[in-house]
Nanobody
Framework: QVQLVESGGGGVQPGGSLRLSCVAS????????MGWYRQAPGKERELVAT????????YYSDSVKGRFTISRDNAKKTVYLQMNFLRPEDTAIYYC????????????WGQGTQVTVSS
C-alpha cells in the first residue's frame, strides 16, 4: 500500500523559510516522479515543483522559481521542498504527489500540510 505523508508546514512571516518533507512508503522512490502541488482557498490545485525519479530533473512554476527548491533522497524515500523568501500568496495547503514513471502512471497523493505566510 502506497502512502505519502507530508510534514513541515506551519505559520511564517513574509520573507521567512520553511522546509516541507514527504515520506513515501510502499514504493521504490527512484521509479516515481515526485511533485509538490498547492491549493489556496477558492483556487484550483496548482503544480509547484517536480523531480523525475532516476535523473532528478527538476521543474518549477514561474511563481516559485528562484525561491523554492525540490530535492529527494531516494534511499530515505523522502522528498523535500525548501521554501525561501515566502510571500503571503504562497499561503496554501501543500500536497505531495507521486507518479509512476511509465504506464499506467499510477498516481498517489498525500493528505496535505498547511502553509500560512502572514505578518
Amino acid at each position: 500500500q502506497v502512502q505519502l505523508v507530508e510534514s513541515g508546514g506551519g505559520g511564517v512571516q513574509p520573507g521567512g523559510s520553511l522546509r516541507l518533507s514527504c515520506v513515501a512508503s510502499g514504493v521504490t522512490l527512484s521509479t516515481y516522479n515526485m511533485g509538490w502541488y498547492r491549493q489556496a482557498p477558492g483556487k484550483e490545485r496548482e503544480l509547484v515543483a517536480t523531480s523525475t525519479g532516476a535523473d532528478r530533473i527538476t521543474y518549477y512554476s514561474d511563481s516559485v522559481k528562484g525561491r523554492f527548491t525540490i530535492s529527494r533522497d531516494n534511499a530515505k524515500k523522502t522528498v523535500y521542498l525548501q521554501m525561501n523568501f515566502l510571500r503571503p500568496e504562497d499561503t496554501a495547503i501543500y500536497y505531495c504527489n507521486a507518479q509512476y514513471y511509465r504506464y499506467p502512471f499510477d498516481t498517489y497523493w498525500g493528505q496535505g500540510t498547511q502553509v500560512t505566510v502572514s505578518s
